[in-house]
């Protein structure tokens, strides 16, 4: 069974600040995705990003980067410079390689709650 | 573009009835899922089908049924409501059927029931 630990139950900072996300995860497979997720407070959630057990490589998207480790199982989410508007629960996710339903038979940590102050 | 559709958006139920979520998508997507969030929690998956007439369990599958008579359309049925299914429920489709597209699941906005 797979398992995702978002240690972090609510994180609270002030604007600009940097502020860094952590998500743990747990499979015996081999060939898995991993995601991150976002839920404002309208509730809807959205994709930001997945990557493959095999693609180490860090990604930086504008504000966003994305830290994988597969030494210590950790698939971490740093927003720079954080704003008003990134205030949201964010999720973790993991999915093991299964053909189609590979991008959305997801495993959920129990979500991070982002608070940006102004 | 629609997206994934949920209806209702929100339900309040007694004890004991019955109703049925129902979820659209129009993404020519093949794989649909149900899931349900509970308060602090994280999404569990309830059901999903990997096309028409294909269903398997999720997680968390007891007091639920659905079905998948066509591709865009993916209710789900709850016979005798309890407490225990006060949640958000969210839709999600993935995966485009022609093989191109993007391929990460797309979420409906959920739909927000209480059993009292």
């Known amino acids: 069974a797979q398992k995702v630990t978002q240690a972090q139950t609510e994180i609270s900072v002030v604007e600009k600040e940097d502020v860094t996300l952590d998500c743990v995860y747990e499979?015996?497979?081999?060939?898995?995705?991993l995601f991150w997720y976002k839920q404002p407070p309208s509730g809807e959630l959205v994709f930001l990003i997945r990557r493959n057990s095999f693609d180490e490589q860090n990604e930086i998207s504008g504000r966003y980067s994305w830290n994988f480790q597969k030494s210590t199982s950790s698939f971490n989410f740093t927003i720079t410079a954080s704003q008003v508007v990134d205030s949201a629960v964010y999720f973790c996710?993991?999915?093991?390689?299964?053909?189609?339903?590979?991008?959305?038979?997801?495993?959920f940590g129990q979500g991070t709650i982002l608070t940006v102050h102004p | 573009n629609a997206g994934v559709t949920q209806t209702p958006k929100f339900r309040i139920l007694k004890i004991g009835q019955s109703m049925t979520l129902q979820c659209a998508q129009d993404?020519?997507?093949?794989?649909m899922y149900w899931y349900r969030q509970d308060p602090g929690m994280g999404l569990k998956l309830i059901y999903y089908?990997?096309?028409?007439?294909?269903?398997d369990k999720g997680e968390v599958p007891n007091g639920y049924n659905v079905s998948r008579s066509t591709t865009e359309d993916f209710p789900l049925r709850l016979e005798l409501a309890a407490p225990s299914q006060t949640s958000v429920y969210f839709c999600?489709?993935?995966?485009?059927?022609?093989?191109?597209?993007?391929?990460?699941?797309?979420f409906g906005q959920g739909t927000r029931l209480t059993v009292v």
């Open positions: 993404m020519n997507h093949n794989y």
């Open positions: 089908s990997v096309g028409a007439g294909i269903t």
């Open positions: 996710a993991l999915s093991i390689y299964a053909g189609g339903t590979s991008y959305g038979k997801l495993t």
């Open positions: 499979t015996r497979d081999t060939t898995y995705y």
């Open positions: 999600a489709s993935s995966t485009p059927s022609t093989g191109t597209g993007r391929t990460e699941a797309f």
